[in-house]
């Protein structure tokens, strides 16, 4: 094979990600605020290394069904802008990525854990290991993927490589490697053979248009600002679920045959979310084993989705989209318009805070949202009641699955004389 000699422009880089081009360190976190370019760096590093040869990468997110429209989209974009494509082979329905000189980017969900056991490059061993959105995987997940990188030549060196935005202080991440190197918020980085760890945030990305910074700056929520403007780790304290904990749910769903199904449309910055449980009435218990969180879908691929995953049990759509409840039912769906009605958002939510929810452990955005779903607060930083329109995807798909059932509630309460 004929050597090919690449250039590629220092200027093409965000300048704070400049000395972590050669970073060698073990285990190695980029995090912060949204729009820091963490992700785009990575996969830059990525496209460069594989070049380079001798490395292999597997890049992974907790859901399989997350990464084409995530980083394996990323990985893809440079390539086309350093325009290198001829010199690698994408199967995009397998989402492998092949130099020609033999070194590959392998992409996996971590919700299959069997695939992961198999996976093997066409030449060497995986040397780099990128998990992105790392706050959505569990800690013994990644203590497994360490495993996958035993072997190979021992003068190449391995990496474990975390990327994310600091959503909880209380996240096992904060608790192993921040705590274990005494890093604060002030601090935005951390340099050992064994940890590397850079903060970044909006203002080190030259590349974000003024429309960008202005959203990021405008943001007035202090949870939202505190970790998704200046990457801080958040801290919640006027959360609205505390009734909720993850358990593994997969050898109970043959018993889970009270099913509720809401949906909550979404296309380009809102995920289409789908909420699917089984509801314990005598133990007002709600076990959450299933669940759809995607962007992009046009209605007949969420359609042909939704009759993969609920079969011909119904689900309850949020009515505001009419013309597609209807495509939906095209499509072959039992679909059915929520009711809504005054005070439903505030009603659902009392009902729900009255029962117990159970998540399965692979349900990641149910657990992302319960765990930031919150109360507008006022100067004071006290709870009104009213909450914050963000992270209410699923929430809302959850809210119209079980209409009916908070109804009851809905109507005992206002004939209440003591409900307030």
């Given amino acids: 094979m004929a050597t090919v000699k690449i250039n590629v422009d220092r200027d093409i880089f965000n300048h704070i990600y400049l000395p972590h081009l050669d970073n060698m360190s073990r285990t190695q976190i980029f995090y912060g605020g949204s729009g820091s370019g963490k992700s785009v760096f990575l996969a830059q590093r990525c496209v460069l290394d594989v070049l380079k040869g001798k490395r292999n990468y597997l890049v992974a997110r907790q859901v399989g069904r997350t990464i084409r429209g995530s980083v394996f989209t990323e990985i893809l974009r440079v390539i086309n802008q350093w325009k290198v494509s001829k010199l690698f082979t994408v199967n995009k329905s397998d989402m492998l990525i092949t130099c020609e000189n033999g070194y590959q980017i392998i992409f996996v969900g971590l919700d299959d854990v069997e695939k992961i056991k198999s996976l093997v490059p066409a ?194 759509c949020d009515s505001a989209e009419p013309k597609s409840i209807q495509e939906l039912r095209n499509h072959g769906v039992n679909a059915q318009a929520a009711s809504k009605g005054r005070d439903s958002v505030l009603h659902g939510i009392q009902w729900l805070q009255q029962q117990t929810i159970v998540v399965d452990k692979k349900c990641v955005n149910a657990r992302n949202e319960l765990a930031q779903y919150k109360w507008k607060e006022d100067r004071n930083g006290a709870a009104m009641r009213v909450p914050v329109d963000r992270n209410n995807h699923w929430v809302d798909a959850t809210r119209y699955a079980y209409e009916e059932d908070a109804l009851g509630y809905q109507l005992v309460a206002v004939c209440n004389p003591f409900y307030d």
């Fill in 123 to 316: 030449k060497g061993v995986i040397t780099d290991i990128w998990v992105e959105e790392a706050t959505e995987t569990e800690f013994n997940t990644v203590k497994q993927l360490y495993k996958r990188q035993r072997g190979g030549d021992e003068s190449i060196q391995k990496r474990m490589i975390l990327s994310f935005n600091p959503i909880l202080q209380s996240h096992w991440i904060y608790e192993e490697y921040f705590k274990k190197a005494h890093l604060t918020d002030s601090q935005t980085e951390y340099r050992a053979d064994d940890l590397s760890i850079l903060k970044t945030w909006y203002i080190h990305n030259r590349f974000l248009t003024a429309d960008d910074i202005a959203g990021l700056e405008n943001e007035t929520d202090p949870y939202y600002r505190n970790v998704y403007t200046l990457g801080n780790w958040g801290v919640l304290g006027n959360v609205i679920f505390t009734n909720w904990r993850v358990e593994d749910l997969s050898k109970m769903q043959d018993q889970f045959t009270n099913r509720r199904n809401g949906l909550d449309f979404g296309f380009s910055a809102d995920p289409a979310a789908l909420h699917r449980s089984h509801y314990d009435r005598n133990h007002k218990t709600i076990y959450v084993f299933e669940e759809l969180y995607e962007t992009g879908l046009t209605n007949d691929v969420l359609a042909a989705d939704l009759r993969r995953i609920i079969g011909d049990d119904y689900v309850i």
